[in-house]
Antibody, heavy 122, light 113 residues
């Protein structure tokens, strides 16, 4: 079954870091750019950045520069989102999403993970 | 950054009636060299991730019912549901991929009247 499977919900304190995983199943991870998008409760969608799993190349939204790091582990078909310096405003569902095969950097998302809730609270 | 403004924010439509959602871009997202509009549409139901409906502004994703259609060019786009079904109750988002950062519209919530 073709899917992206994300890790479970996290509760963190302000200032902490979180690492969310996204495992590709049923397809070759290195054939697709993977992006991360978040959605605060009751709000719209906000793009964080992308990773090229083939070579590890990344690009981040300016708003998150310095706080977000995307990495990949190709033997396990998994990409990771690291977000540091968490604030209450980072409380959101974080999604990984796939570009169609052979599309580079930007595009539309034809497959999404189920989402991971990250709650930041003291 | 390219700003996408969706309207209306919400609309209530009767079963079998037409629903029309607009998405206006702050700049032209038609790439002249390939004559393609860099816009996609998604449907999101509560507790679920978004689902791709339309890409290149008017190309329906495989498996999406033909009651969903996309139109428009340059900076004005429309998503139309020709005959609303109960399962179409959801929030709809447009997204541009013309320039980074990728941006989304604010969403339009479609409900049953």
């Amino acid at each position: 079954q073709v899917q992206l499977v994300q890790s479970g919900a996290e509760v963190k304190k302000p200032g902490a870091s979180v690492k969310v995983s996204c495992e590709a199943s049923g397809f070759t991870l290195t054939d697709h750019y993977i992006h991360w998008v978040r959605q605060a409760p009751g709000q719209g969608l906000e793009w964080l950045g992308w990773i090229n799993p083939k070579n590890g190349g990344t690009n981040y939204a300016q708003h998150f520069q310095g706080r977000v790091t995307l990495t990949r582990d190709t033997p396990t078909n998994t990409v990771y989102l690291d977000l540091t310096g968490l604030k209450a405003e980072d409380t959101a569902v974080y999604y990984c999403a796939r570009l169609p095969r052979d599309y580079v950097r930007l595009g539309w998302f034809d497959l999404w993970g189920q989402g991971t809730l990250v709650a930041v609270s003291s | 950054d390219i700003v996408l403004t969706q309207s209306p924010k919400s609309l209530a439509v009767s079963l079998g009636e037409r629903a029309t959602i607009h998405c206006k871009s702050s700049q032209n997202i038609l790439y002249s060299s390939n004559n393609k509009n860099y816009l996609a549409w998604y449907q999101q139901k509560p507790g679920q991730p978004p689902k791709l409906l339309i890409y290149w502004a008017s190309t329906r994703e495989s498996g999406v019912p033909d009651r969903f259609s996309g139109s428009g060019s340059e900076s004005d786009f429309t998503l139309t549901i020709s005959s609303l079904q109960a399962e179409d109750v959801a929030t709809y988002y447009c997204q541009q991929h013309y320039n980074p950062p990728l941006t989304f519209g604010g969403g339009t919530k479609v409900e049953l009247k």
